[in-house]
């Protein structure tokens, strides 16, 4: 699929932002593996003539945090805990000092099928280099990648002495139709 070059704004009308997350610890059973969403998001996507001159700039809004559900359809999450789930990344994230995390890239390699994207995350105040990889599917783009919360200054959410506790990794995930 290729893109009439151009520049195009972006936001949660076109898609989903999701934080995929994961439990550790001896208690990891307990827990629930999780879709988060973003509520609140911007992109501005730059399309060049060719892949190497196409660029992303990303904004989301922490506080938009929402509870899609347990990445384990047999494991729903009650109300009771989705609210709890969502004060504590809340609070993890500390998200009234830094509710804003943004991607700026810095360079585009590869095909239109398959796109490298290497920039720099901001994210609980700190900002590091990061990878993220988009590939086209039937209705738009796909876009994933991986932060280790750890990298940011943010230590995951654990309970019971580190015996349940969100793994440092977190997946995200864009899906936005063009």
Request: charge should be negative; aromatic fraction near 4%.
């Amino acid at each position: 699929m290729s893109l009439a070059p151009g520049t195009r704004t972006l936001t949660q009308d076109d898609g989903e932002f999701l934080l995929l997350t994961t439990v550790e610890g001896r208690m990891a059973r307990m827990g629930h593996e999780l879709a988060l969403r973003i509520d609140r998001w911007t992109a501005t996507l730059t399309v060049g003539p060719e892949v190497s001159a196409t660029a992303l700039q990303v904004s989301a809004d922490l506080r938009s945090l929402s509870l899609k559900g347990s990445r384990d359809p047999g494991k729903p999450v009650s109300e009771k805990d989705a609210r709890d789930i969502l004060s504590n990344a809340q609070k993890t994230l500390q998200v009234q000092q830094h509710a804003e995390v943004s991607f700026t890239s810095t360079s585009a390699e590869g095909t239109w099928e398959a796109v490298t994207l290497q920039g720099d995350l901001t994210l609980h105040g700190h900002t590091r280099p990061q990878v993220l990889r988009v590939v086209a599917t039937e209705s738009g783009y796909r876009l994933t990648g991986q932060v280790a919360q750890s990298d940011f200054g943010i230590k995951p959410y654990s309970i019971m002495m580190g015996a349940l506790k969100v793994g440092d990794r977190v997946d995200v995930e864009v899906s936005v139709r063009l």
